[in-house]
């Protein structure tokens, strides 16, 4: 099964840290270009931050100089360091990837599951 898995989300103080992990599936031998978005209550999905293969990124205005986002390709994972957090950030934390599967085809547009991050004192 294609699949990403998400880790690392909680309950933070403001001002605090957390990094959120986007681990592949063993059925993925690589991730193309990875998106962490997020959804809060009563909003739209919005892309937080991108990064493509090549190692190039783009973040979302509200979370530039705050949020970084990396890639191990040796682990198949990308990660959220997610720095100064406020309580406008509490939300649903979704990874998105085109995957390159074991078998050589693309899977576009594979989703997580999502990870609860709360941003409250």
């Known amino acids: 099964q294609v699949q990403l898995v998400e880790s690392g989300g909680g309950l933070v103080q403001p001002g605090g840290s957390l990094r959120l992990s986007c681990a592949a599936s063993?059925?993925?031998?690589?991730?193309?270009?990875v998106g962490w978005y997020r959804q809060a209550p009563g909003k739209q999905r919005e892309l937080v931050a991108r990064i493509l293969t090549g190692g190039s990124t783009n973040y979302a205005d509200s979370v530039k100089g705050r949020f970084t986002i990396s890639r191990d390709n040796a682990k198949n994972t990308v990660y959220l360091q997610m720095n100064s957090l406020k309580p406008e950030d509490t939300a649903v934390y979704y990874c998105?990837?085109?995957?390159?599967?074991?078998?050589?085809?693309?899977?576009?547009?594979?989703w997580g599951q999502g990870t609860q991050v709360t941003v409250s004192s």
């Open positions: 998105n990837a085109d995957a390159i599967v074991t078998t050589g085809g693309l899977f576009p547009n594979v």
């Open positions: 063993e059925t993925i031998r690589r991730l193309v270009t």
